[in-house]
Each structure stands twice: as structure tokens, then as C-alpha cells.
């Protein structure tokens, strides 16, 4: 199944973000995402100004909104949103994971320079929190 459905392109305006664009990728909800609009924009927002930061180079920005993003999918309380949730959480972990591939190739490239080396610490704590929360 593809992930990366649910979050809008990294060209996409943040300004114009509807929520309702894109209801098919909602896993089986029956409300068709009327419960969690607010923080399915939030979401949104938090994880394309991730993506932004991440291609400016702005590594801790980046790890900041994807983990306020990680973390307002805590605010989903249905029972119903489970699948969703899960699905929300696996896609924003992967990208965590690419901004930790990144990180470790900066770090361990022919022109390596120690400057990621805490970015690289944080993101690799902000894993190990994703990992413990699933």
C-alpha cells in the first residue's frame, strides 16, 4: 500500500490546503474524516514545512515538525481512527528515516563535517520514541 498519499506534495502551498482533497485515503473511515479535519490539517501543515526545511537544509526545523506532526496524530481518540493513525505514523516515521539517511550520509560523506552530528543524535532519539509509541 503507498503511504505517501495522505500528505500533499512539497510544492503544494501550505495556504491552500483543504483537507477534504484527498477523503479516498482516509483507511475505511466512516465519517469520511469529518472528526478529524482539524488535526488532519495540522498534520498536513507540520509535515510539509518539514519536507520545505529538509530540502533548505534546516535539519532540526525539520525533525521539529515531523515530530509535532507524530504527535498530534495522538489527538485522534475514535476508535475508529486506528487504521488511519497507524497509517499517519508509519508515513511520517519513513520520512523520518530518509532524514536520517540523509544525516548519515552528510556525516560520513568525502567532505564530512561533524556539524550533523547532533541532528543526527536527535533524530535517531526521535526514532526510537516513533518505535516505542507503535
Given at each position: ?80 481512527c ?30 564530512r ?22
Amino acid at each position: 500500500m503507498k503511504r505517501n498519499w495522505l500528505f500533499l506534495s512539497p510544492k503544494t502551498e501550505t495556504d491552500n490546503l483543504n483537507v477534504e482533497q484527498d477523503n479516498s485515503g482516509l483507511v475505511g473511515c466512516p465519517y469520511g474524516g469529518r472528526n478529524c479535519k482539524r488535526q488532519l490539517t495540522v498534520i498536513h501543515k507540520h509535515y510539509l514545512n518539514s519536507s520545505k526545511y529538509q530540502k533548505e537544509k534546516k535539519f532540526q526545523l525539520a525533525i521539529k515538525f515531523l515530530k509535532s506532526a507524530y504527535y498530534k496524530t495522538d489527538e485522534l481518540k475514535h476508535s475508529t481512527c486506528a487504521k488511519c493513525i497507524a497509517l499517519f505514523r508509519a508515513t511520517i516515521t519513513d520520512s523520518m528515516e530518509e532524514l536520517q539517511k540523509e544525516l548519515h550520509r552528510l556525516n560520513n560523506g568525502i567532505f564530512r563535517k561533524n556539524r550533523y552530528d547532533d541532528v543526527y543524535t536527535e533524530v535517531q532519539n526521535a526514532l526510537r520514541d516513533f518505535y516505542r509509541n507503535n
